[in-house]
T-cell receptor, first 110, second 112 residues
Framework: SQQGEEDPQALSIQEGENATMNCSYKTSINNLQWYRQNSGRGLVHLILIRSNEREKHSGRLRVTLDTSKKSSSLLITASRAADTASYFCATQTGANNLFFGTGTRLTVIP | DTAVSQTPKYLVTQMGNDKSIKCEQNLGHDTMYWYKQDSKKFLKIMFSYNNKELIINETVPNRFSPKSPDKAHLNLHINSLELGDSAVYFC???????????FGPGTRLTVT
């Protein structure tokens, strides 16, 4: 299966703290993407990192990719209550379908 | 200015019925998708459709059939609904088959 796995499944932090979520996958990839899903809503694309990249930033988000370990991490700095959501990693091999991980449920306590 | 829209948002129906979910994107994207999200939040690709080429996930029962009248629309028709079809169905689109995808708000299907 190409499905990724996020770790932890759930994470609860205080506002202002940093949140780190990890994703592991099984096959070679062309890119890895992170998405956010607020409760009852569709997924929103956050960031895409290609297999030849090791780190990428977007605002308060920092994504790393280690293809030798087949893993990625998403760091959200200075978290806010509005960051409360589920976060999914998704892997893609060439012009093929995205395979989503199992998600991390992040709760930021005000 | 909704980029990817789906109708209806909620759908409650009985086993054995046939139903359709509509999806439209106004982004000019070439590729559209249908995903199923189960009660454990696991999101699984069902179909992708790019320039009249349909890619079917082999695990999807043939009761599910996508229909694309044009590049901006990809509808999902489901025959003989079963209890296990209850889930949230998401439509998505992208410029091509590699890259970020834009998701609709989802359709919560409940089969009783």
């Amino acid at each position: 299966s190409q499905q990724g796995e996020e770790d932890p499944q759930a994470l609860s932090i205080q506002e202002g703290e940093n949140a780190t979520m990890n994703c592991s996958y099984k096959t070679s990839i062309n890119n890895l993407q992170w998405y956010r899903q607020n409760s009852g809503r569709g997924l929103v694309h956050l960031i895409l990192i290609r297999s030849n990249e090791r780190e990428k930033h977007s605002g308060r988000l920092r994504v790393t990719l280690d293809t030798s370990k087949k893993s990625s991490s998403l760091l959200i700095t200075a978290s806010r209550a509005a960051d409360t959501a589920s976060y999914f990693c998704a892997t893609q091999t060439g012009a093929n379908n995205l395979f989503f991980g199992t998600g991390t449920r992040l709760t930021v306590i005000p | 200015d909704t980029a990817v829209s789906q109708t209806p948002k909620y759908l409650v129906t009985q086993m054995g019925n046939d139903k359709s979910i509509k999806c439209e994107q106004n982004l000019g994207h070439d590729t559209m998708y249908w995903y199923k999200q189960d009660s454990k939040k696991f999101l699984k690709i069902m179909f992708s459709y790019n320039n009249k080429e349909l890619i079917i996930n082999e695990t999807v029962p043939n009761r599910f059939s996508p229909k694309s009248p044009d590049k901006a629309h990809l509808n999902l028709h489901i025959n003989s609904l079963e209890l296990g079809d209850s889930a949230v169905y998401f439509c998505a689109s992208s410029w091509d088959r590699e890259g970020e995808q834009y998701f609709g708000p989802g359709t919560r299907l409940t089969v009783t």
